[in-house]
Each structure stands twice: as C-alpha cells, then as structure tokens.
C-alpha cells in the first residue's frame, strides 16, 4: 500500500494586509509605493468608492484600512461603524486632507484608530499604517495639537463638534432627521438640537446653505 507523505504545511503569511481607499488613483499609487518599501506590508486591494469599500472590507478583512474621508462625493465618515462590524479586527487608519479637528474627533468616535494628513503622508503613511496595526492608535502630531486646542475651548465657538460633523453630512446627502436618527442610533430629538447647534454656529437656514456648507467642509464634492 503506498503512503503519501505530506511536508509541513507552508507557513501562513506574516504580513499586514492593507486595503487603499481613495477615488485618486494617483494618490493610492503614491500609498502603495510607500507602503511597498516595508515588506512588512501586504496591499490586497484598492478601491475608489465608499459602497465599493464596505464590500471589499467585508470580502477581505484587511489587517489596516488606509480610508479616504470624502470618496466619490460620498463621506465615508457616517460608514465607518459599519465597516467595522464587518470586520472588528480591522484597523482603520483615516487619511485626508480635512485640517479641521471635528473631522478628526469624529473619525477617532467612530472607530477610526489613526488620522493623518495626505500633506504629511509622505513621510508618516508607514509610521502610521505600522502604529495602528500593532494596536496602537496614530494622530499627526500637527493634528493633535489642533484637537488639543479645540478641547481647550481656543477654536471658536464656530468648530463643530464631531457629531455635528456627521449629521451635517447626512442632512446634506438628503436625509430626514428620522432617518439620520435611525443611522447614528440616537433620538430625533437629538438630531434636532444637532442641527440647531449647526444652523447657529454656521448661519445655515436653508437647505442649499447645508449642503454649501458641507461642501466646504470636503464633506461632499
């Protein structure tokens, strides 16, 4: 009788995998060179839109998620939850061109574990990507210094606020205070004095106002 003899099982692969995110395909060819002089890293996909991410994360289940904030006129912001429970073990590291700390307060609320700016990507993107996939978290020190600043109270009283953020850019995508209610998970009530909040500090009455506003704040495109 012959017996087949089987060697060892080939070793699993010890390399981060990371998904780019990003509707610049220049951009994430600048990500995945950088990302390719550490073999420590494995790029398993990119993708260019928000919905497109969602389904790539759920299929791949990447180590790190390098995540663009505004995709395809789209924010990402709002879907960061459900990405994560699509895949918990997955560390999203945010990286933008948004300076204002409320981007970045709401990113970190939402799951995200990393902030970075695309300015300073250059020489942080593989710092960062390596901090975050280890279990710790990553913010630009430029950046943690503006959200130090606003926590201290010395950014105005026109910042929005994390959550502002968010339900500035569900009210500009079209959504009722029902809805937006359903998807953060909080009361209409709240989604009402969100929005008053926002109205005051940005002057906004009409919708066109709203979405202006959004749109400047990269919320839409």
């Known amino acids: ?3 087949q003899r089987h060697g060892p099982a080939p070793p699993a692969d010890p390399r981060t995998t990371v998904v780019l995110a990003d509707d610049h395909l220049v951009v994430r060819a600048g990500m995945r060179l950088l990302l390719s002089q550490d073999k420590a890293f494995q790029v398993v996909a990119e993708t260019g ?3 497109e ?3 790539v ?3 791949r289940r990447p180590s790190v998620l390098v995540l663009d ?3 395809g006129g789209q924010s990402s912001l709002p879907v960061i939850p459900e990405m994560l429970a699509a895949s918990p073990e997955t560390r999203i590291l945010v990286l933008t061109m948004q300076e204002d700390p409320a981007f970045a307060r709401a990113a970190m609320r939402s799951g995200a574990t990393g ?4 300015e300073a990507a250059g020489e942080e993107l593989v710092a960062a990507t390596r901090q975050v996939s280890t279990g710790g978290t990553y913010v630009q020190p430029a950046m943690g210094a503006r959200l130090a600043t606003a926590d201290n109270g010395n950014d105005g009283g026109n910042v929005l606020t994390g959550r502002e953020v968010e339900v500035l850019s569900l ?3 079209g959504h009722t205070n029902q809805e ?3 998807r953060l998970y909080v009361s209409v009530r709240t989604v009402e004095t969100h929005r008053a909040r926002i109205r005051d500090k940005l002057g906004t009455e009409t919708r066109a106002e709203l979405i202006a506003a959004a749109r400047e704040r990269g919320l839409l495109t």
């Open 49 to 51: 839109t928000v919905p």
């Open 53 to 55: 991410t969602l389904r």
């Open 180 to 182: 937006i209610a359903r």
């Open 57 to 59: 994360v759920q299929d």
């Open 69 to 71: 904030l505004s995709m």
């Open 1 to 3: 009788m012959n017996v």
């Open 115 to 118: 902030y970075l700016l695309k």
């Open 171 to 173: 009210l500009a995508a």
